[in-house]
């Protein structure tokens, strides 16, 4: 029987109950705090009590500050607003009011802007005091999504939706020994989910450092010998591409954020032999769907239908979410509802049965129209990246007066010494596209790029044509 820790009164609450924290470590770039040093004191110094009730605007540019911030702030603030550190400073009055913040938690030097606000600089050094006795507080968890354009979006959860999807009895819970890491911001919901894992369990964690290149990451997970790492597949590939990734050997492998097509999947099976990869489908609203563990891109049909913790179904081919996972409410009305009527949640990724199984094709949203005809980047990156010269690779359209537009490919090539001009790559890949898509799928031109850019939030950065 699954077992989530939904009956948690705070993460604090939690560590003190807990027997084995004494080896356990959050390991920040380039300093580290052990659970039982933080548990006999306060990473906010005397402050902690102003902030007892407060709606908190949580912005710090260390993630290890952000994690410290969150184990003290939890059970005592009225709400927490979590900003990634991408966040465009021209959003934050906006999300401030919206959040009706009245405290500002960072690590960040505090400017005199004249708002009034309370400001507590959030170190990443635990200070020897004694945390004040403070009245639990049931706290909000609010979520930034990176939204390209506008104000983010407010998502609110709760520690209880939050941790839902943790299964306390899994062995990665119970075991002592246990290094987790994400290249993911754990200021986000797919790290978020990482960091509660971690702390919840009986584990150590590797944060990523502010501004750290992904050699000197991957250097830092070698050296804390990490056993448990996530991120997006467009993370792992840029990972992969880095000298550094044959230094370490995780236990399990975990993908998500993004469609993860069967390439991404073998590669890491490759590279890898020892460890078990999977991939799950979550996003900030629906939370945690489903977990996949068969090694295959996709899921079963079987998990449509089903009654229990989460029940999934496809409606007008986009996957809908119902369960305890999902956010409670935006924070305000202009980003509309969350929810249907039965408490569905509309993720808009839009998917297509084969067989028994089915396949991510792309978000609704992100069709490129080729004259008249739907065209989903993913779907046609997923047969590029088939190909063993491609490291990465990006489609997008490119305008035409004739049909609208076009199909174009970016790709990141690793070229084997001694190997043909690319050209003849680019005409191996089309090659490939024609064997596996319709006409007007296949990319009209294939540029070939030293590098691809990823976001902050682990996902390509996509251009619109």
Known sequence: MKTPPNHLKSIRDHLTNSSDYSDRVLWGAPVHVSIGDLLLGTSLGGRLPELSGRSILLATREPLAAALALIELDGVARRIVICPPDTAWEHFPAVIAKGGV???????????????????????????????????????????TSGTTGSPKMIVHTLASLTAPIDMSHDH???????WSTFYDIRRYGGLQIFLRAI????????????????DHLARLSAHAVTH?????????????????????????????????????????????????????????????????????????????????????????????????????????????LTDEEGFVDTGDVVELRGDRYYFLGRRNGVINVGGLKVYPEEVEAVINRHPAVRMSRVQSRRNPL???????????????????????????????????????????????????????????????
């Open 403 to 465: 049909v609208g537009a076009l199909v174009s490919a970016d790709v990141v090539l690793e070229i084997p010494n001694g190997s043909d001009p690319v050209v003849d790559f680019r005409s191996e890949i089309l090659e490939l596209c024609r064997q596996s898509l319709p006409p007007h799928k296949i990319p009209a031109t294939i540029r070939c790029v030293p590098t691809l850019t990823v976001a902050p939030a682990g996902k390509l950065v996509r251009h619109h044509a």
């Open 173 to 179: 819970m119970k075991e002592s020994g246990v290094v």
């Open 102 to 144: 009245d405290a500002i938690v960072s690590d960040y030097t505090p400017d005199d802007d004249g708002a009034g606000n309370l400001r507590v600089t959030c170190g990443s050094r635990v200070l020897a005091l004694q945390a004040a006795q403070l009245e639990p507080c049931p706290t909000e968890w609010v979520l930034l």
């Open 200 to 215: 919840l369990g009986r584990g150590s964690m590797v944060l990523s450092g502010a501004g750290e290149g992904v050699g």
């Open 229 to 337: 790492l996530s991120g997006t597949p467009s993370q792992w590939r840029r990972a992969l591409m880095s000298p550094r990734a044959r230094g370490i050997a995780p236990q399990y492998i975990r993908l998500s954020g993004e469609i993860v097509d069967q390439a991404i999947l073998n590669t890491l099976q490759c590279f890898y032999p020892k460890s078990a990869v999977g991939h799950a489908f979550a996003s900030t609203e629906a939370g945690v769907a489903f977990e996949v563990n068969d090694g295959l891109a996709g899921f079963p049909a079987t998990m449509l239908g089903r009654r229990g913790d989460v029940e999934i179904k496809v409606c007008n081919d986009s996957i809908q979410i119902r369960s305890n996972r999902v956010a409670s409410r935006y924070m305000d009305e202009e980003s509309g509802i």
